[in-house]
């Protein structure tokens, strides 16, 4: 159990973990190369190697290119020697993964979250249902390294409460001991953080860390939450903040925002500002493929909207490219501030709706023209809607890895 090696502080342990903190993060590496980037003698190299080996926490993997002579052999971490359990909290649904130490998926489960999902409920399902995949996997609590919470802020991430999240369906959602309460029943580690940062860090770990120095990853819903990494490392401030870019003024003059001021980006990007636009100008008379449905509410939701946006409707259509174009301009802020090499955009608005995203991100190109040579790489990232769970599960694995426990 890699846990093993936090609990004895000796130099040879120290040594040991070195070695499979580098085999963990570069995979299929040679004897040779760990020698090199260690500085350790070949003959302590190849014991300590041994060892590894032998307490089944490496395995040897294969061959590397022969340059001449024998070829070496290559040595990869033994993935199910642990495992980690990732979980979301959202407005819109709740995740619980758990993977094995390749992040190789064992099995997860996801829940709507709708006017009956209280505190109380969720937290309940959540440790229900960890424990029957702990359970069908034969995982035992020695093997389960730990849990990462990714939710919706704010938070107090060094104590473990979710302090009040806005636009729940259903009430209570205020200051919820979500670490304590998972910890009282698996007795492991326990980490929160917002949803945005650890679905940056699970998109960086999962091979960006070879492309990009600095990532932003942007999560447009209900709310607009945004996670910043450079140089590798998450940037906290003093206080979660993960709502803050939604709160950046893009029209002086603008819409009155939630938050009491006017003209914040949410107020204009976000699934309840395109809801609230698209329903005033339908009360107002305009002509709309909505207008010839049966509604059973009094106001459309976002749901029909994305359907009339599929069905070519001239009133959405606007509303959505007008929205995008706001989110674009938020998105010309943020590069002009902290200048990031990628932004990964996530959320319902973005993978509901290719016309939204097409429009946010040449938006956001064709604002930065006067940068010519700065060439920024849009997508929505690799691991879709699990990044925030799969983000949550890495920062376990850092805590061990990378912060060294």
């Not at 990869?76 to 619980?96: D, F, K, L, M």
């Not at 200051?175 to 326990?190: D, G, P, S, W, Y």
Request: some cysteine; overall charge positive.
């Amino acid at each position: 159990m890699i846990n093993h090696f936090f609990q004895d502080p000796s130099p040879k342990k120290k040594t040991l973990l070195q070695l499979y903190r580098l085999i963990y993060k570069h995979g299929a590496v040679s004897k040779a190369t760990l020698v090199k980037w260690t500085g350790i003698k070949q003959s302590t190299c190849s014991r300590l190697i041994d060892e590894l080996l032998q307490s089944g926490l490496i395995l040897e993997y294969g061959y590397e290119e022969s340059s001449g002579g024998r070829r070496p052999l290559t040595y990869q971490i033994q993935p199910t020697v642990n495992y980690v359990a990732g979980i979301e909290i959202s407005r819109t649904h709740s995740r619980v993964i758990v993977m094995d130490l390749s992040m190789t998926i064992i099995e997860e489960t996801k829940y709507p979250m709708r006017q009956d999902s209280t505190p109380e409920k969720i937290v309940e399902l959540i440790q229900s249902d960890l424990l029957r995949i702990l359970q069908k996997y034969n995982i035992t609590a020695s093997k389960l390294l730990g849990i990462g919470v990714g939710a919706v802020g704010p938070l107090d991430r060094e104590k473990g409460i979710i302090l009040r999240p806005q636009h729940f369906p259903a009430a209570g959602w205020e200051h919820i001991a979500i670490t304590e309460k998972l910890n009282q029943t698996f007795r492991t580690k326990v980490l929160l953080d917002n949803g945005a940062n650890t679905a940056a860090l699970g998109e960086f770990r999962n091979g960006l860390w070879k492309k990009a120095d600095h990532l932003v990853y942007n999560i447009i819903g209900i709310g607009i939450r945004c996670g910043v990494l450079t140089n590798g490392k998450l940037v906290r401030g003093p206080v979660d903040m993960e709502g803050a870019f939604g709160h950046m003024v893009v029209d002086v003059q603008g819409r009155t925002c939630i938050c009491g001021n006017v003209g914040c980006l949410s107020a204009y990007a976000s699934i309840l500002s395109v809801q609230q636009e698209v329903n005033r100008r339908l009360k107002k008379g305009q002509s709309s493929y909505l207008s010839q449905m049966k509604l059973t509410e009094e106001e459309v939701s976002y749901t029909q909207i994305c359907e009339a946006v599929s069905k070519n409707d001239p009133l959405c259509i606007q509303v959505v490219k007008e929205a995008a174009y706001y989110y674009g301009v938020g998105l010309t802020n943020l590069m002009y501030l902290i200048h990031p090499d990628r932004i990964i955009l996530g959320g319902a608005l973005i993978t509901d709706m290719d016309l939204f995203y097409e429009i946010a991100t040449e938006t956001a190109r064709q604002r930065m023209k006067h940068y010519a040579d700065y060439q920024i790489v849009f997508s929505r990232g690799l691991l879709g809607e699990r990044a925030v769970a799969v983000g949550a599960a890495r920062m376990i694995l850092d805590y061990f890895m990378e912060e060294g426990a």
